[in-house]
């Protein structure tokens, strides 16, 4: 899951048309308490309670915000500030490097994560 989820999003934000729209929309939500506040509703209440139902167990959704925290940090870093070298860099080499966080963070129990 972690390559895939990745690589979709690459392929989402690669796309000159649809990326640049969703680029845009970031970088006016920052701008706009309305939009913002919208935005931020729709990442609560879509991806992170989907994404929490696909990983399941007691700890679901504070390891879904880790996954959005390390997505929407590629978006931000890569797509609305255009920061090198991650804006520079091969998608595939991004999976690789991205991809093993994710895992971790997936198969992360509430045990572990509390060191026990």
Known sequence: MPQQLIRSILTIWDDPELGGSLA?????????PALLRTFREY????????????????????????????????????YV???NPTAAMDSERI???LAPSLA?????????????
């Open 81 to 83: 500030l255009g920061l």
């Open 24 to 32: 845009l929309l970031v970088t006016q939500a920052q701008r706009d």
């Open 43 to 78: 990442v609560e209440r879509e991806l992170t309670a989907r994404l929490a139902e696909r990983i399941g167990g007691t700890d679901a959704t504070e390891r879904a915000g880790a996954v959005l925290t390390v997505t929407l940090g590629l978006i931000f870093s890569r």
């Open 104 to 116: 971790a963070v997936l198969r992360q129990t509430g045990s572990a994560r509390m060191g026990g």
């Open 95 to 97: 999976v690789q490097l």
